[in-house]
């Protein structure tokens, strides 16, 4: 409850769109192969520290074995980012991966209910929590695609969230 009495929590990454642009900028626009073995992909691009954020809903289009993989190259002190993230989010909470989360419905089969490693996981405090709704989670996404901090919306105004 000391956030609420704040009035704002801590935001998990680098907002500034300058940054972004920058970065996209600069950034390669050969034409050139771009095909990898998963384990050199994450262990050229997933880097301790980054923030991840991934796609899939639910059970469908989940990338599972990237999961895995990082997992296998113990990544540690990850940001996480999903919606209606549950195999994935268990799987990274199982190796400890992230230390913060922006999440919205982690708990997306209620007929199984969250494993039993996430629930120790988050309850250990060894996380920091962001939840949003699904759509708030999309426009995160949206905005940093556009090299923008924040798309407004209205759908959670007068919500708890």
């Not at 991966?97 to 060894?126: F, H, P, T």
């Amino acid at each position: 409850m000391k956030i609420l009495e704040k009035g704002l929590g801590e935001i998990f990454t680098d907002p500034d769109p300058d940054k972004a642009r920058e970065f996209f900028q600069k950034k390669s626009r050969r034409m050139e192969k771009k095909l990898l073995p998963l384990r050199d992909a994450v262990d050229s691009f997933v880097a301790d520290g980054d923030y991840l954020v991934i796609g899939g809903f639910g059970t469908n289009r989940v990338p599972v074995a990237a999961c895995h993989e990082i997992l296998r190259q113990k990544k540690k002190n990850l940001g996480f980012a999903g919606h209606t993230s549950t195999h994935d989010m268990q799987i990274l909470s199982a190796g400890e991966v992230y230390d913060r989360i922006d999440i919205a419905y982690i708990v997306g089969l209620e007929a199984r209910g969250l494993s039993g490693c996430s629930r120790r996981y988050i309850q250990s405090e060894k996380v920091k929590l962001c939840e949003d709704t699904n759509y708030g989670v999309a426009l995160r996404i949206k905005a940093a695609a556009m090299g923008l901090s924040f798309i407004p919306m209205r759908t959670s105004l007068g919500t708890d969230t």
